[in-house]
C-alpha cells in the first residue's frame, strides 16, 4: 500500500546516496571538500526547512529571536542553541507520551514510524522515533562502517546489543540482516542470554565477527576459556566491532586470539556518526550524513582542531521523523588534524574520551573516569574491569586483578595520579568482583562512576 514503510523509505534511491562497500570509495576518494560542502549544503537546506515546521523547534529557536532567514548556511549553524537529553524529556513531559519533537504529521497512523528508547545510562530512558528514510539512511551507515572494517561476504556476526524497548540491538540487527550478506546472531545481552549459551552458540555457527560494548566482548573470552572453549581455535573471531573509545584495543584482541579491534561512535537520536577505517588510525565522521561540532563544555562556542569538547551533531539524512539539528551528546572528543591516505574529505575524530555530564572536579581537576581504561593499557595482571566510587573530594578507584594479594597498589595509584593529574586511592579485588557495581552483565553500558553521598 502508499503507506507502506519501504515504500516510504525508498532504499534503491538511500542506497545511491549513501553508499556502502566498494560504491563508498567510488563515490568519496578523490572528492574535494568544496563538492562535499555543496551536497552538505543542500542537505541541510532540506533539514532546516523540516525543522522550522516542527514545534520543538519553533519553541527553541524563537526563544532566541531567530527567524527562518537568519540560518542561510552551515556557516550560520553555530547561531542556533544546542539542545540535548534534559531538552527531549521536558517536551515529553509537556507532551506526553512522545513530546513535540517529532513532527508526526496528522498524529499516529498516518505513516510508519519506529519507536525504540535509549538504555538509561545516563536516566530515564529516552524516546527514540524514527521514521522510514531515517531509519534505512541510519541502517546504511552501520552497513558501511562494517564493510570498510573488512566485513565479508559469508561471516557471521555475534552481536551483543541488547534488545526490548532498547535501539541499539534492533538497528544493528536490521543493518547487518538488510545490507550485508553475514548470517547475523542476535543474541543480546547476558541477560537476555547466558554468557556460557552465548559462547557455546559462537562455536556451533562459526562466529567470525562480533559487534557490541567492548566490556562484554572482553568478558566472553573469559566465560568461553571456563567453557573450555579457546578462543582463536574454538571460537575464530577475527574482527571485533566495538565501542573502544578509551578501552584496552589490544587486550581485548589478545583474548580472542588475535582479532583485529574496530572503534565507532553513535548515540541513539543520531544513529552511526563515525568509525575507523582499515588502518585504525581515528574514525572517519560520517560527513555526507553527519555534521558534526567540538564545542567548549562550558561556554558551547565551537572548538579548533585538536581541542577536547563536547560533540554537537546535526544529522543532516534525518530529516522525516524527529531531525536532529544541534544536538549536544555530552560525549568529549576531538577532531584530528591531517588528511588520510584514502583521499577522502571527510574529518576525523579521536574517539570517545568521557562524558561532560559524567566528570567529577576533584580539587579543581576535572577528571573523566573512562580515560581510566587507557591509563591501565598494557597492565597485564589487570582485567580491565573498573569502578570508580567517588566521595566529597576523593576518589577510589577499584580494580580487578587477577592475583589481589600480590598486586601494586603503589605503582598502580601512581600511574593513575600521573594520568588523571590527581591522587586518586587504589583498591584490587579479584576478577568479576565488579560485576555487581559495573552491572556489566545486564547494561548495554556498564557503569564506571559511583557518586556517593556525604
Known sequence: MSGAYFARADVGQLVRDYPAGPAFLARFAGMSVDELRGLQE????????????????????????????????????????????????????????????????????RSPLIMHTTSGTTGKPQVLLFGPRGRETGNLLIARMAHWMGLADGDVVHSVYGHGMINGGHYVR?????????????????????????????????????VGFIDYIRTLAEVARAEGLEPGEDIRLRLIIGHLGTEDRRAVEAAWGGARAFDWYGVGDTGCIAAEGPERDGLYVWEDAQWLEICDVEDGTPLPSGARGDMVITTLYKSDVAPCIRFNTHDISALSPGGNPHGLPFR????FMGRSDNMVKLRGINVFPHAISALIEGETALTGEFICHVRGQQMTVTLEHKAPAHGDMTALA??????????????????????????IETRQKPLRLIMEGG
Open 174 to 210: 536490521e543493518a547487518f540482516t538488510r545490507h550485508t550478506n553475514a548470517l547475523f546472531l542476535s543474541a543480546g545481552t547476558g541477560a537476555e542470554t547466558r554468557s556460557a549459551a552465548q559462547v557455546r552458540l559462537m562455536a556451533e555457527f562459526g562466529a567470525t565477527v562480533a
Open 348 to 351: 576525523r575524530i579521536q574517539g
Open 42 to 109: 543542500r542537505r541541510f537546506k532540506a533539514l532546516m526547512a523540516r525543522g522550522w515546521a516542527i514545534p520543538f523547534y519553533q519553541r527553541l529557536w524563537g526563544a532566541r529571536g531567530i527567524e527562518p532567514d537568519d540560518i542561510r548556511s552551515l556557516d550560520d549553524l553555530p547561531r542556533l542553541p544546542t539542545y540535548d537529553k534534559a531538552d527531549l524529556m521536558a517536551s515529553i513531559a509537556a507532551h506526553p507520551p512522545l513530546g513535540d519533537f517529532h513532527g508526526l504529521e496528522g498524529g499516529l497512523g
Open 414 to 439: 601512581a600511574r593513575l595520579r600521573a594520568g588523571l593529574g590527581v591522587e586518586v586511592a587504589v583498591r584490587l579485588v579479584g576478577p568479576g568482583a565488579t560485576a555487581a557495581d559495573t552491572q
